[in-house]
């Protein structure tokens, strides 16, 4: 941590010990860095106040359903006065669905993130873009806060930096990263299960989902790029989730000669969502910052308002380009 994030942590700590009504939000489509670290830090700043709320904006996948305080995350209506709001993980308002309407009525918000396009919307902005996972930023703030990193809290830390460092696969992956783990390992977290729960518990209609899914894979440019669809009809077919599409895209980017794997969901008619992962060559970031979505050179998503045939010829045309 750098000496500037370190001053914003401390100036977060002082503003948290400060206020009464306290609510944490992540962004929608909730994944295991999101929900872990804000379970993380829910349970820290309990240990300090008593009035502090997880706001839920979107359903939990039910990988996540394992975690520590998962119970904790609830609807809550915006009639009543909001002290603070700490957003984890979200690059910017939109992102929080409708927790976006708590944080315009929050006297402060605290904006704790590590992706590079954050636009720092909070009064205290602590980003991180080398951070491998919001989960390791949260582990240094809990630190700071003097509060012990108790095996409930370690639990959900190892869940957020496992799953956003593809269980330490990723490129973002560093010897910092290597480090905490190990930390949060001595305070006798069941990784085993943490693992299971996370990696091999996949049910009989997401494995369904992800063969027809895969059946749809196109590959261009001499198998450089490999594009997958999940289609509405395939998740009835399969009485699947879209939290079902989750690991689709990092099998497509495994393929030996994939440099760019492009996962196309459709939501609705007209607005499918899409997730871009690379290997070495391409800033996918660079290419769904085009379609006002964001997030990291390796990992990036956004949603194209179109049918999914058309979506999809839109983003291989941005793909194609970034090779050229």
């Not at 080398?130 to 370690?154: C, P, Q």
């Not at 590959?219 to 009809?233: F, H, P, R, W």
């Not at 970031?285 to 045939?309: L, P, W, Y």
């Amino acid at each position: 941590m750098n000496n500037s994030i370190e001053v914003l942590m401390l100036d977060a700590i002082e503003l948290i010990k400060k206020s009464n009504n306290i609510y944490l939000v992540s962004h929608v489509q909730p994944d295991g860095d999101n929900i872990g670290s804000t379970l993380a830090l829910a349970r820290a700043i309990e240990k300090l106040k008593t009035n502090v709320k997880v706001l839920k904006v979107d359903d939990i996948p039910s990988d996540y359903q394992f975690l520590p305080g998962i119970d904790k995350i609830k609807d809550y209506s915006v009639d009543e006065s909001i002290d603070l709001l700490v957003s984890l993980d979200s690059s910017d308002l939109h992102r929080l669905g409708p927790g976006k309407e708590f944080a315009l009525k929050a006297n402060k918000v605290i904006n704790i993130d590590h992706h590079i396009t954050n636009d720092n919307f909070g009064d205290i902005n602590i980003v991180s873009p080398s951070s491998a996972a919001t989960g390791e930023i949260i582990y240094e703030f809990i630190n700071k806060m003097g509060v012990d990193i108790d095996k409930d809290i370690a639990t959900c830390l190892y869940t957020a930096i496992s799953t956003d460092t593809g269980s330490f696969m990723y490129s973002n992956t560093s010897y910092k990263t290597h480090l905490i783990i190990a930390e949060l390992l001595k305070t006798g977290i069941d990784a085993d299960n943490i693992n299971i729960n996370l990696y091999q518990s996949r049910s009989m209609a997401r494995t369904k989902l992800f063969i027809d899914s895969m059946n749809s894979l196109e590959t261009y440019l001499e198998g450089k790029v490999g594009i997958i669809v999940a289609t509405q009809d395939m998740l009835k077919a399969n009485h699947a989730k879209m939290e079902d599409t989750e690991g689709l895209i990092s099998f497509v980017r495994g393929i030996d000669s994939v440099e760019v794997a492009c996962l196309l969901k459709e939501v609705d008619e007209k607005e499918v969502k899409i997730s871009l992962r690379s290997k070495k060559q391409i800033d996918v970031a660079k290419i769904c910052n085009k379609f006002n979505g964001g997030g990291h050179v390796r990992a990036a998503g956004c949603t194209i308002f179109e049918n999914v045939n058309v979506a999809k010829d839109i983003i291989l045309e941005e793909i194609l380009k970034n090779f050229r």
